[in-house]
């Protein structure tokens, strides 16, 4: 209920801004036009151009917070579907994915998850390069999201990934990502506030009035 709630929320957000876009830009209003689907297209090209325009003109940090924060929710959301199809499916894989067995040791995704985190993690203080760090983010958010889909298993040290107590790893990535959004959120303010009273230039002098 709380992924469903979640893409919904989203669909409406990207729906808002569709509709923005199309009313603000060039292409024709359903009422200006003979048909929709020509106008829609057009319409969605531009949010899309929109969407890559602000994305290359924000700073390095802002665009790997959010590659950080987008590849986590992808990868929590990929990693939990995944295994929600290898259950159904008896051993059998789904696409290039199945089960990891080593011996009598069934190897979790949490495990890769954490060596790409730190592997991400530790690279991205090695290298200077903006651009590194940005693709860095990536592999980082998405080790964080293998992981803490897992993450009840690491604090009950059993497999209870489908049982009540497994509960606790989707409360864990649900407070993750309210806390990742809040972070971007008061980062924007900040910079907000930052060009309003940083940058905003300096209170003339009062003189004295000639005696």
Not at 6 to 32: D, K, M, N
Not at 63 to 72: G, I, K, T, V, Y
Not at 109 to 125: E, K, M, N, Q, Y
Request: hydrophobic letters at 50%.
């Amino acid at each position: 209920m709380l992924g469903g709630l979640a893409l919904v929320t989203t669909a409406v957000a990207i729906a808002g801004e569709f509709g923005r876009v199309w009313r603000r830009g060039s292409a024709p209003l359903p009422l200006e036009a003979d048909g929709v689907l020509q106008p829609a297209a057009e319409a969605a090209a531009e949010t899309m151009a929109v969407a890559v325009a602000g994305y290359q003109d924000v700073s390095p940090h802002d665009r790997a917070l959010f590659n950080l924060f987008s590849s986590f929710l992808i990868s929590f959301g990929s990693a939990r579907g995944i295994a929600h199809l290898l259950r159904g499916r008896r051993g059998r894989r789904v696409g290039p994915f199945g089960d990891i067995v080593l011996g009598r040791r069934h190897i979790h995704h949490f495990v890769p998850g954490i060596a790409l985190a730190f592997a991400s993690g530790t690279a991205a203080f090695l290298v200077r390069s903006d651009a590194a760090k940005e693709r860095l983010a990536l592999g980082f958010g998405t080790g964080m999201g293998m992981t803490l889909d897992e993450s009840a298993l690491l604090l009950e040290l059993e497999d209870v990934y489908w049982t009540e107590e497994g509960v606790i790893s989707l409360q864990i990535t649900l407070t993750v990502i309210a806390l990742m959004g809040a972070l971007a959120i008061a980062l924007r303010l900040v910079r907000r506030g930052e060009e309003l009273v940083l940058d905003e230039p300096p209170p003339p002098i009062a003189l004295a009035p000639a005696v």
